[in-house]
């Protein structure tokens, strides 16, 4: 049994407060960022291509988190304070708007954001889709071990009981009782996925292009996730309902769509487009 209690903050320069979870997102980011820059290396792609990667990558992955989370999560409250969908505040009761960081963010809309961004991305570049996929997928699941750590340090998207002595029992959340560290498992799942995904890489990189690492990262992130979500409490009390009616959650629904895409990905092998 773990006593999970840690600070929200990892330092402090003068009043300026950083968060362990917004350090693990830069963290993630910039690891990813140097893999892929090594791949556009390996590859001898220009460097004017690989510049405004990053910035694609950044806004597009943090828009469709953001929005992710608000639409299909909360659309009731989101649609009604559109600032807030955003802007990282919150008008709290007292009737003063608060900076509060973007509490709520999720991987599906993240990934749906980077997808988009990536296709304007070559729109602008013009570098082949697929290869650009394909590189961007050999990195992502450390950005996403990183940032499943963040939620790990924020004592958020938590498991359920565990019925047992095994598990995190997570004091910031008032909790006595031990759970499943489900950010945990998916850190560590991620982080096998990213040695693998360049193991792959290493021994069948001819397939770059293809859209076979791209659909090897859906396909294992999103199995993962979907499977991991039966030992996780749900996010958003209206699910409550939804898996008792379907058996699954929401964030094993939208799951599938990606492993479907994934899986056919995976299995084509026609040139880069």
Known sequence: MVY?????YAFSLGPFE??????CWVIGLALAYVVTQR???RQQLK???????FLYCFFGIL???RLGHCLLYEPGYFLSHPVEMLLPIRRLADGEWH????????SHGGTLGLMLALWLYVRKVKVPLLQVLDNIAVATPIAACCIRIGNLMNSEIVGKYTGSDYGFVFMHNGDTLPRHPGQLYEAVAYAVL???????????ERRVGTGFFFGFCLTGIFVFRFFVEFVKEVQEPWEIALRSATGLDQGQLLSVPFIVLGLYCMCRRKARI
Not at 4 to 8: E, G, R, T, V
């Open 99 to 106: 900076l509060t960081g973007y509490a709520g963010l999720a």
């Open 18 to 23: 950083v968060r362990w979870y917004g350090l």
């Open 194 to 204: 990213f040695v693998v995904g360049l193991w792959l890489y290493r021994r069948y």
């Open 47 to 53: 460097y004017e291509t690989f510049e405004p990667l």
């Open 63 to 65: 828009v469709g988190a």
């Open 39 to 41: 791949l556009y290396r």
């Open 4 to 8: 999970w209690n840690p600070s929200l």
